[in-house]
């Protein structure tokens, strides 16, 4: 069993910039697919961005093109999830998800593709 534990949410103004961490435990981050996802009050989860096992390959939402980059980092087995240019809409808790099967992408953009979830991070942008 995959244990994630995200952190390093906090409040941050607009136009600023925050680095998420999602600490993997139990198995080795490079064997494991990382999705990043989002959840603002009153809106349904949605998807950030993933990162391939190798880290080779990352997909992000049209949204969070350009802002936000995930990274991985095996000898610490940690993601991260880097965001710029913070914006009020950005506010949100962040989650971190994981999955052991092969890369794909149609797979890895939605909430049902990933077996291992942490428990979430706030993140809150002031204007």
């Known amino acids: 069993q995959v244990q994630l534990v995200e952190s390093g949410g906090g409040v941050v103004q607009a136009g600023g910039s925050l680095r998420l961490s999602c600490a993997a435990s139990?198995?080795?981050?490079?064997?494991?697919?990382i999705g990043w996802f989002r959840q603002a009050p009153g809106k349904e989860r949605e998807f950030v961005g993933c990162?391939?096992?190798?880290?080779?390959?990352?997909y992000y939402a049209d949204s969070m093109k350009g802002r936000f980059a995930i990274s991985t980092d095996n000898a610490k087995n940690t993601a991260y999830l880097q965001m710029s240019n913070l914006k009020p809409e950005d506010t949100a808790v962040y989650y971190c998800?994981?999955?052991?099967?092969?890369?794909?992408?149609?797979?890895?953009?939605?909430?049902?593709?990933?077996?291992?979830w942490g428990q979430g991070t706030q993140v809150t942008v002031s204007p």
């Open positions: 139990r198995r080795a981050l490079s064997s494991l697919a």
């Open positions: 990162i391939s096992q190798n880290g080779g390959v990352t």
């Open positions: 998800a994981a999955d052991s099967g092969p890369f794909n992408i149609n797979q890895y953009r939605i909430q049902n593709g990933y077996a291992y």
